[in-house]
């Protein structure tokens, strides 16, 4: 089965690294604490699967993090039938080992998934909060500790790539973007060890590249990209080379907009 599931363990002692923007860790406790699905929106590597396995910890429960595709199918999430050494035997998917243990699941870029996979989700996200094992004939009743939380980038949604009214509709929302530029130099400083100056120099690279978004680039300079930036440099390499590796060349296959950003960065850095 092509996927890929990771698994967060209840006893894990330190949060995962991550810094509140607004009132999104009260949400979310407030979400699990009344049974709420959520449903997390914003750009690519702006901190969305870091904030669910921050809360996660928090919380003291399992996570299970499914990234969605265009191949997913609702077997994936609830299980499938296999053959082993002695016969046929069920094995259960995430999303109902999420619901038996009490953990939370979430379904990274939901949107990708096929629209059809998302209708098992249904069940969960009203009232009843029940999943039905169709091929075993079981109906799970989620525990009062089970959350389920999906998330999305807007930037992708269009008529072929979007969650129905239907599927919206049954979740409370929370958006996500980029941090503040102060909040932005603090993660940069927490998750890589670089000082505050070189900090606040990325931060500043990141804020003029954003600004090429909506002109020349697709997808605009992450978060996740800075900190690979700063991982880079902290571990020696030159400021320039690490910036065009993390920051550059994930952004474009275009030689002329590579071009284009490399004048971003010298004059940004000074170099």
Same mark, same amino acid.
């Given at each position: 089965?092509?996927?890929?599931?990771?698994?967060?363990?209840?006893?894990?002692?330190?949060?995962?690294?991550?810094?509140?923007?607004?009132?999104?860790?009260?949400?979310?406790?407030?979400?699990?604490?009344?049974?709420?699905?959520?449903?997390?929106?914003?750009?690519?590597?702006?901190?969305?699967?870091?904030?669910?396995?921050?809360?996660?910890?928090?919380?003291?429960?399992?996570? &299970?993090?499914?990234?969605?595709?265009?191949?997913?199918?609702? @077997?994936?999430?609830?299980?499938?039938?296999?053959?082993?050494?002695?016969?046929? &035997?069920?094995?259960?998917?995430?999303?109902?080992?999420?619901?038996?243990?009490? @953990?939370?699941? &979430?379904?990274?870029?939901?949107?990708?998934?096929?629209?059809?996979?998302?209708?098992?989700?249904?069940?969960?996200?009203?009232?009843?909060?029940?999943?039905?094992?169709?091929?075993?004939?079981?109906?799970?009743?989620?525990?009062?500790?089970?959350?389920?939380?999906?998330?999305?980038?807007?930037? &992708?949604?269009?008529?072929?790539?979007?969650?129905?009214?239907?599927?919206?509709?049954?979740?409370?929302?929370?958006?996500?973007?980029?941090?503040?530029?102060?909040?932005?130099?603090?993660?940069?400083?927490?998750?890589?060890?670089?000082?505050?100056?070189?900090?606040?120099?990325?931060?500043?690279?990141?804020?003029?590249?954003?600004?090429?978004?909506?002109?020349?680039?697709?997808?605009?300079?992450?978060?996740?990209?800075?900190?690979?930036?700063?991982?880079?440099?902290?571990?020696?390499?030159?400021?320039?080379?690490?910036?065009?590796?993390?920051?550059?060349?994930?952004?474009?296959?275009?030689?002329?907009?590579?071009? @284009?950003?490399?004048?971003?960065?010298?004059?940004?850095?000074?170099?």
């Amino acid at each position: 089965m092509d996927m890929k599931t990771t698994e967060q363990p209840s006893e894990m002692t330190d949060l995962p690294f991550y810094r509140e923007s607004g009132n999104e860790v009260e949400l979310f406790e407030q979400a699990f604490k009344n049974q709420l699905p959520m449903l997390i929106k914003g750009p690519t590597g702006c901190g969305k699967t870091r904030f669910v396995q921050h809360m996660a910890a928090r919380l003291g429960r399992p996570l &299970y993090t499914v990234a969605c595709h265009d191949d997913l199918t609702a @077997a994936d999430l609830v299980g499938r039938h296999l053959i082993g050494d002695n016969g046929t &035997y069920w094995s259960d998917g995430p999303l109902t080992r999420a619901v038996r243990e009490g @953990a939370i699941c &979430y379904l990274d870029e939901i949107v990708e998934a096929r629209k059809d996979t998302t209708v098992v989700l249904h069940p969960l996200t009203d009232d009843r909060r029940i999943l039905p094992l169709e091929r075993t004939g079981e109906t799970l009743q989620a525990p009062d500790n089970f959350m389920l939380v999906i998330s999305y980038n807007p930037g &992708y949604q269009n008529l072929l790539k979007g969650l129905k009214p239907s599927t919206r509709q049954r979740f409370i929302g929370l958006s996500f973007d980029f941090p503040e530029p102060e909040r932005e130099v603090e993660v940069l400083m927490g998750e890589s060890g670089i000082d505050r100056e070189l900090a606040t120099r990325l931060v500043g690279l990141a804020t003029s590249l954003r600004a090429l978004k909506d002109h020349d680039l697709e997808e605009a300079a992450s978060t996740r990209l800075l900190v690979y930036a700063a991982t880079l440099i902290n571990s020696g390499m030159d400021i320039t080379q690490a910036c065009h590796a993390a920051m550059i060349e994930p952004l474009t296959d275009d030689e002329e907009t590579i071009n @284009a950003l490399v004048e971003v960065v010298n004059a940004t850095l000074g170099k």
